[in-house]
């Protein structure tokens, strides 16, 4: 699981090959810019357009080569800092069935 603090230096260039070619699911927890900033390269997290990024979701979870030549990515709502267990259920639950 990624989280906010480490956004930054999860987001250089030469991790995105790194992801691209990981065979467990990444957890980008409470990014606005989803896997984006992550799995692409010529950008990073800070200077990746939010306005275009930003699905509202939480938290996304990444995993590439699940089909071949693929990769997918589902996304985890929080409308209520409340509902932060359900969340964290949600993710928990969908790793499972990967």
């Given at each position: 699981?990624?989280?906010p603090t480490k956004f930054?230096?999860?987001?250089e260039d030469h991790l995105a090959k790194v992801y691209g070619e990981l065979k467990l699911p990444i957890?980008?927890?409470?990014s606005k810019?989803?896997?984006?900033p992550f799995v692409r390269e010529d950008f990073?997290?800070?200077t990746a357009n939010w306005e275009s990024l930003d699905n509202g979701s939480?938290?996304?979870i990444y995993l590439?080569?699940?089909?071949?030549?693929s990769e997918d990515a589902w996304y985890f709502y929080l409308s209520d800092q409340k509902n932060i267990n359900k969340l964290y259920?949600?993710?928990?639950?969908?790793i499972g069935e990967l």
């Open positions: 699981m990624i989280t930054e230096k999860a987001s957890i980008f927890f409470d810019k989803r896997h984006l990073t997290y800070e939480h938290t996304t590439a080569g699940l089909n071949k030549d259920n949600d993710i928990f639950k969908k």
